[in-house]
């Protein structure tokens, strides 16, 4: 018969009863305090975290009632202007109006910016034309932003209209700027919410708009006088390229930039077009010829937005990117947004007196575009010290690679037998595994569709590279 067991036995003595039973008391109050201990933390870390929240939402609705206070403030000091006097000192529109101030309400930093500008309404079915246009109103928008709780920007924006006295007013000595902003990369088309800053120290503008809906920005007003070259506009969004127009060369040393200054003429419509694209990334991966990464191989990668072409030689283009790197341990480095375009690949130092490029995925140049989000670019390098043979086929005609082409390399009194087909770059590496690749004579063979066959004898040397280039 089967004895029930116990934690304490009645044949205990006493004081062993007491023991265990102490034991178990002890064991149960630290589980109680432990879970007493959570649950305060628990209601401890919530509260504290409702009234976080709460705190920084009520000092954010007092940093926007100020802001709010602010502005409203700046729009009654402009609506006791006369009119012809609406217009601030940087702006298009000649005027007093500080068109960027700091100010301080409720012991809290406010930036105040002013913009003026002249809006010809087509409600009124008179429009201005590609030489003169037509005032119906000067439009005045106050945003005011500060820094929030958790150092974000943040800002309000009000709006005023404001209408001259009699007649609409024929605007003829005044000039236009349009400038567009707009992508080329593949679906590309106008950015909207792009900032873009005009600035021309000869008719003291400095000033600022947002792109609309189709990526424009028309700047009109006094200060957009006649001025050729002068006018330097500055683009920027976040996640996108910031592009600068520079003088003419020689003001700009070495080359002749695309993005020129811009000019205008007062009873013309001018017009600036420039390209903005979203920034992408380009991860470069080192790697022998059995995808082993190899670490610490130095290169050049230059390319991305083309800024113009060198002065000495019109066909050699000046690019945004031009940098020399390293690749980590794990024979890897990211470049973090940069424009999108061809780049080039190189090597340096001791990784090209070591190296030499076997292929590269995708080929030579690069091509990063904004959508690929990030381009990942493998360099397959073989030990030029290695026993190797790199085979490069290409069209006599074009001296273009020619992808696809088979190379057989044959050895009958070593049983060797090899085909391999062309990358997309013409290049085929043996050996291709890692089994022993003996310095022999080897017979080589290399077809390819629409090209006549070619045959070779070739010989491979112990611990060297050795480089056909066969073209068909």
Same mark, same amino acid.
């Given at each position: *018969? ?7 036995d009645?044949n205990?003595?006493? %004081? ?6 102490n ?10 305090a /432990?879970? $007493? ?22 000092q954010d &609705?007092?940093?926007?009632?100020g802001?709010?206070?602010v502005?409203?403030? #700046? *729009?009654e000091?402009? #609506? ?8 601030t ?12 101030q %700091? ?6 930093q406010?930036?105040?910016h002013t913009?003026?500008? !002249? ?9 201005y034309?590609?030489? $003169? ?19 974000t ?7 005023? #209209? ?6 609409e ?8 700027l ?14 909207? %919410?792009?900032?873009v800053?005009?600035?021309?120290? %000869?008719?003291?503008?400095n ?7 189709s990526?424009?920005a028309?700047? *009109?007003?006094? #200060?957009?006088?006649n ?28 080359f002749n930039?695309?993005?020129?200054? &811009?000019?205008v003429v007062?009873?013309? /419509?001018?017009?600036? =077009? ?6 992408? =990334? ?6 022998? !010829? ?30 945004n990117?031009?940098?020399?790197s ?7 480095? @990211?470049?973090s947004?940069?424009?999108?375009? =061809? !780049? ?18 995708p080929?030579?140049?690069?091509? @990063?575009?904004?959508?690929v ?21 290409? =069209?006599?005609?074009s ?8 190379v ?13 087909t062309?990358?997309?770059d ?8 890692s ?6 004579t080897?017979? /080589? ?24 280039s066969?073209?068909?």
């Amino acid at each position: *018969m089967c004895q029930k067991l116990s934690i304490v036995d009645a044949n205990m003595l006493p %004081d062993t009863k007491y023991q265990i039973l102490n034991t178990k008391y002890k064991a149960f109050m630290l589980i109680e305090a /432990m879970t $007493v201990l959570f649950i305060f933390a628990l209601i401890t870390i919530t509260f504290y975290s409702v009234f976080s929240v709460g705190t920084r939402y009520i000092q954010d &609705a007092k940093n926007r009632l100020g802001a709010l206070a602010v502005s409203n403030e #700046r *729009m009654e000091i402009v #609506r006791n202007l006369a009119y012809d006097s609406i217009g601030t000192d940087h702006g298009t529109i000649h005027g007093n109006i500080p068109q960027d101030q %700091d100010v301080t309400e409720n012991a809290h930093q406010y930036h105040i910016h002013t913009e003026v500008d !002249y809006i010809d309404d087509p409600f009124d079915g008179i429009g201005y034309a590609d030489t $003169v246009w037509f005032e119906d109103y000067k439009r005045v928008i106050i945003t005011t932003s500060w820094s929030g709780a958790t150092n974000t920007s943040e800002n309000v924006q009000i709006t005023s #209209r404001f209408v001259p006295p009699g007649k609409e007013v024929q605007h003829v000595g005044d000039g236009i700027l349009s400038v567009n902003i707009f992508s080329d990369q593949p679906g590309g088309a106008g950015i909207p %919410d792009s900032k873009v800053t005009v600035v021309n120290a %000869d008719t003291h503008l400095n000033t600022y708009q947002m792109t609309d809906d189709s990526g424009n920005a028309t700047f *009109m007003g006094d #200060r957009v006088t006649n001025s050729i070259q002068k006018y330097q506009i500055t683009v920027e969004k976040s996640g996108y390229e910031t592009v600068a127009t520079m003088p003419p060369y020689p003001l700009t040393p070495l080359f002749n930039p695309i993005d020129v200054h &811009a000019s205008v003429v007062t009873g013309t /419509m001018n017009v600036a =077009n420039i390209v903005q694209n979203k920034l992408a =990334n380009i991860k470069i991966s080192t790697v022998d !010829y059995l995808d082993a990464p190899i670490s610490g191989a130095t290169f050049h990668l230059s390319g991305g937005r083309k800024l113009g072409t060198n002065v000495a030689d019109p066909f050699a283009a000046v690019y945004n990117f031009d940098q020399s790197s390293t690749t980590d341990s794990g024979g890897e480095k @990211l470049f973090s947004s940069i424009s999108p375009g =061809n !780049y080039a690949f190189s090597l340096t130092g001791s990784t090209l007196s070591d190296y030499v490029i076997i292929s590269t995925t995708p080929v030579l140049p690069f091509s @990063l575009l904004s959508s690929v989000g990030t381009l990942d670019a493998k360099i397959k390098l073989a030990s030029k010290t290695a026993t190797s043979l790199l085979v490069s086929v290409f =069209n006599t005609s074009s001296t273009l690679p020619i992808a696809g082409a088979k190379v057989r390399l044959t050895n009958a009194a070593l049983s060797y037998d090899k085909e391999l087909t062309s990358t997309s770059d013409g290049k085929v590496f043996f050996p291709d595994s890692s089994d022993p690749f003996l310095p022999e004579t080897y017979h /080589m063979k290399i077809t390819a569709t629409g090209y006549s066959n070619k045959e070779s004898d070739v010989t491979i040397t112990a611990g060297s590279l050795k480089t056909e280039s066969v073209g068909l």
